[in-house]
């Protein structure tokens, strides 16, 4: 039902994200869970933790563009100035997951970031 009723952004699609539905019962559930919370806390260096809601996405067979790859940090920053590289992100996912409607992790990402910035700077 809530496909049928998202907008469309300069008449394009919107890849599924639902930006004005933020929290839902069921994610209060999940972020209100002391272990889910405990977790976060211990996987972190830093004492501080702010948690903060998202927005939906909503992935399909239907929906071409489904699967999505999203880098949600200033890499610039963060390899020249350190700013998110302590940032923590966490999905929880409803259904069922394919190949082609899902959220790719790049394990290890951290440990190459400056890597990858410098090849982007060295790109023409």
């Known amino acids: 039902m809530y496909d049928y009723h998202v907008r469309r952004i300069n ?3 919107n890849l599924g994200w639902g930006s004005i539905m933020y929290h839902s019962l ?3 559930l999940i972020r209100g869970d002391l272990e889910y919370y405990l977790f976060y806390l211990m996987i972190r260096r830093q004492p501080t933790v702010i948690s903060y809601p998202y927005y939906t996405k909503s992935a399909n067979a239907q929906n071409p563009q489904g699967k999505f790859r999203h880098i ?7 390899v020249h ?3 998110g590289i302590e940032m923590v992100q966490g999905s929880v996912s409803w259904d069922d997951e394919d190949e082609g ?3 790719e992790i790049i394990t290890g990402f951290r440990h190459k ?10 790109e023409p």
């Open 72 to 78: 949600d940090l200033n890499i610039k920053r963060a």
């Open 26 to 28: 069921f994610q209060g």
């Open 113 to 122: 970031i400056a890597e990858y910035q410098k090849w982007r700077e060295d």
């Open 101 to 103: 409607n899902c959220t």
């Open 81 to 83: 100035h350190g700013h």
């Open 11 to 13: 008449r394009r699609l």
